[in-house]
């Protein structure tokens, strides 16, 4: 989040991040917490499947993509965006980067196997937790290899509206990500690493970048709660 006036936005998420869910008098944070509030408060049609196991496939499905996969498509928006490495560091972030995913699109497919989605017979929850960083990737140029059953169930799931429509707002919302690099220079633009991020960052070769972060103050952690 940029600079201005947060008390507003604080009320509603003490973490000041998104994603954020105004159900009326209802404020939820945090994407999981999100999804468990949409399917009690809307449980029909059910986004989790009915056997229980199935249902803790799908939760951990949605674990490895908002932690370990998450913070893999966060790294490469750093370096090529923010332009928080260059030359040979970014170089070898960036490469590392790719075999990741090259590692996790290859999880996904096992993953996936014969189901036509994450979710089994219908698109739900599973789905709804992978399409998002599987999109992220494709824009970062590190897309499920060609005529992979990821690339195929990608496919199938972009025609839907509701991805359609959440993919081409996400795209819309990158203009005047050609200024951000100058924003994060001034300090006008902080941005959030901790937990997977900084898992990924330390683990990676990018200490540097913290480091420099953390001087410059352009990067935090978690907020205190007031």
């Known amino acids: ?45 059910p986004l989790l499947p009915a056997p229980p196991a199935e249902r803790a496939r799908v939760r951990m499905l949605e674990d490895v993509c908002d932690t370990y996969y998450e913070a893999i498509n966060w790294a490469c928006f750093e370096i090529n965006v923010f332009k928080r490495a260059e ?15 090259a590692g996790v699109h290859a999880w996904l497919e096992r993953q996936l196997g014969s189901r036509p989605f994450f979710n089994g017979d219908t698109f739900g929850w599973g789905d709804l937790s992978v399409v998002p960083h599987v999109q992220a990737s494709v824009l970062i140029g ?22 359609a429509a959440v993919v081409e707002a996400a795209a819309a919302s990158m203009g005047g990500f050609e200024m951000l690099p100058q924003l994060i ?3 006008q633009f902080v941005r959030e690493y901790r937990d997977h991020r900084l898992d990924w960052m ?22 205190p709660l007031v």
């Open 202 to 223: 330390m683990r990676s070769g990018g200490v540097e970048i913290v480091l420099d972060g953390m001087r410059k103050k352009n990067i935090r952690f978690a907020h």
């Open 185 to 187: 220079a001034s300090g």
């Open 1 to 45: 989040l940029a600079g201005g006036d947060l008390g507003q936005f604080r009320a509603l998420n003490p973490r000041l991040e998104v994603p954020t869910l105004v159900d009326g008098d209802t404020a939820v944070f945090d994407s999981t917490v999100i999804l468990e509030y949409i399917e009690d408060r809307w449980p029909t049609p």
């Open 142 to 163: 590190h897309p499920p290899p060609q005529s992979s059953r990821l690339a195929a169930w990608l496919d199938r799931v972009r025609t839907r509206p509701s991805v």
């Open 87 to 101: 030359g040979g560091l970014a170089e070898r972030l960036l490469g590392r980067a790719a075999e990741q995913t």
